[in-house]
């Protein structure tokens, strides 16, 4: 039918299982794309079909090689745009350099900033993450920037599973306070914080100096964006079973796991974690206490309202 408009969904190599279960979701077919390596590590995008005049979603999860996932992410953008694309939306569920978010010292980089001006420069129109680790991220692209939210999907389970009754949520950190307080309404259940400093010098670590809130004899539930080394929740975790908390379930949306995470988070002081595979979540990575909740039902609700030019902020009253 002329004038009828046409979605198009493209996936990179980072994690086509995701874009292939959001497809699934949608009753769409992803595009075939001619996507490669060449021997000196250049990368190469071609799509198979036209995609003129499309409305055109491309998927790419970063995770490691993470440089490599974003600079394929960015020369698909701007084949669709070489390609006459209508409107080109960047679907990054794990918004790339999204802790380099402002400088805590002199003569640092703004990272997050600058990986939205490259997609900005590439083509983008639109980009689409979930849980940025800081909302001021969504000024940094000049253009619309939907923040999804994973708390529904994570509060479904735990409504589930978890007893309200003598349940308490915490913050981490200071930085997580107003998303944590948010878990805390939803739930019905009281606020406690962990108060721990870092050393700026140093990546992947803090030491905890005290606990806000009444966490003895309860069930704690500690709510974080991410999860990389594990090293710092890990500490927070072993705090709040020495300030005699009754249980440990730590939430993520990211799980990113690197390095010795999975042994971090396999220890005794933590009872459950629970995380979304916004990335990829390899059999080495799983042990026994994970549990991984599927995103895409989520990626593509907001893709559909995006791409029916309805309401993405409906999706999340009251989450955030």
């Known amino acids: 039918m002329a004038g009828q408009k046409k979605l198009v969904l493209i996936t990179g190599r980072a994690y086509p299982e995701l874009a292939e279960q ?15 390596t060449f021997a000196n590590g250049e990368l ?66 703004i990272s997050a900033r600058l990986v939205a001006d490259l997609f900005k420069t590439a083509g983008a129109d639109r980009i689409m993450s979930v849980d940025l680790h800081s909302p001021q991220i969504q000024g940094f692209f000049d253009g619309p920037l939907d923040h999804l939210f994973a708390m529904p999907v994570l509060i479904q389970h735990f409504e589930k599973h978890l007893n309200r009754d003598d349940l308490t949520v915490v913050s981490p950190d200071m930085g997580r306070v107003r998303v944590a307080d948010v878990w805390s309404d939803r739930l019905g259940a009281p606020l406690a914080i962990i108060h721990k400093r870092r050393d700026p010098s140093v990546a992947n670590q803090a030491s905890v100096h005290g606990i806000v809130g009444d966490v003895k004899d309860r069930w704690c539930l500690m709510v974080d964006d991410m999860i990389d080394t594990g090293g710092t929740i890990t500490k927070a975790a072993e705090a709040l079973k020495a300030a005699g908390a009754r ?60 791409f029916e030019d309805g309401s993405v902020t409906s999706m999340f009253e009251g989450a955030a």
């Open 44 to 109: 190469y995008a071609r799509f198979d079909e036209s995609v003129r005049g499309s409305d055109a979603f491309v998927i790419q999860s970063h995770t490691d090689p993470i440089n490599e996932w974003l600079m394929e992410h960015l020369i698909m953008v701007d084949a669709l745009k070489r390609a006459s694309a209508k409107r080109i939306t960047v679907v990054a569920p794990f918004y790339p350099y999204s802790r380099q978010d402002k400088k805590g010292r002199g003569r640092e980089p």
């Open 247 to 306: 249980g440990v379930t730590i939430a993520a949306t990211h799980a990113i796991f690197s390095g010795k995470a999975t042994e971090y988070l396999s220890q005794d002081f933590i009872d459950q974690v629970v995380v979304t595979d916004t990335l990829p979540v390899s059999a080495e990575k799983r042990f026994e206490k994970l549990t991984v909740l599927p995103i895409a039902p989520l990626l593509a609700k907001a893709i559909h309202e995006v």
């Open 22 to 36: 959001v497809a699934a979701e949608l009753g769409a077919e992803l595009v075939p794309t001619d996507a490669r």
